[in-house]
């Protein structure tokens, strides 16, 4: 049955109070200076601000944010096991000024993760300096710790979508991290990386 010009007309207004109201929402819910949410955080750099909604945030106390820098929205940002953990380092997780995290990436930081100025992530970029063990047969897997290890981004560097930066990366200056590449050990400043696990393709030079 054709639709009449009454509810075609509904439907229109209806869709645009939604997508007005949905977009006032996400102005009002962003996390930014001044907000009670950014002073939950350790440190939160002017002009700074956190997309809403965000996937997940807990122990903002051990997380430090720079100036001018985007955190998109569906993303996470964690540091510890646990909210209510009290070990956790009073650094666990620093972002510098003017990075771009984007949208549903994840860092999840459990002693150290640093990332420099000016570094930028691609959406659904995965980064942990710490994951599961599996020494031990008779527990599962996912119930086993893997040793913490130190995971740090030089300034300027790009991650591309999609990639995973694992436990004791140390990634230097002005890399470039191609889409879907997994990233462990040592990368040279103005390296170009890719594949997994990633390998230097060449060099900025």
């Known amino acids: 049955m054709p639709e ?23 102005a009002a819910g962003a996390i930014a200076p001044g907000t009670a949410a950014a002073e939950r955080f ?3 750099g002017e002009a700074s601000i956190i997309g809403f909604p965000p996937s997940t945030l807990y122990g903002e106390a051990q997380i430090h944010i720079g100036r001018d820098t985007l955190v998109n929205t569906w993303a996470t940002l964690s540091a510890g096991y646990a909210a209510d953990q009290d070990s956790v ?3 666990a997780l620093v972002i510098g000024d003017r990075c771009w995290i ?9 002693e150290s993760i640093e ?15 710490a994951n599961h063990g599996l020494d031990d047969l008779d527990v599962p897997v996912g119930r086993q710790i893997g040793a913490h290890e130190p995971v740090s981004v ?52």
Do not use: E, K
């Open 89 to 91: 380092p009073p650094r």
């Open 4 to 26: 009449s010009r009454t509810h075609r007309w509904f439907r229109r207004a209806l869709n645009g109070v939604v997508h007005r109201a949905w977009y006032r929402m996400r």
């Open 154 to 205: 030089g300034d300027g560097t790009w991650i591309g979508h999609g990639a995973i930066v694992l436990p004791g990366a140390q990634i230097g200056r002005n890399v470039v991290v191609a889409a879907g590449s997994v990233v462990r050990g040592d990368v040279p400043d103005d390296a170009v990386v890719a594949g997994v696990p990633a390998r230097v393709i060449r060099l900025r030079t």
């Open 102 to 110: 984007g949208l549903r990436s994840s860092i999840v930081a459990h």
């Open 115 to 129: 990332l420099g100025n000016d570094v930028w992530l691609g959406q659904d970029v995965f980064i942990t300096d």
């Open 42 to 44: 350790g440190s939160f």
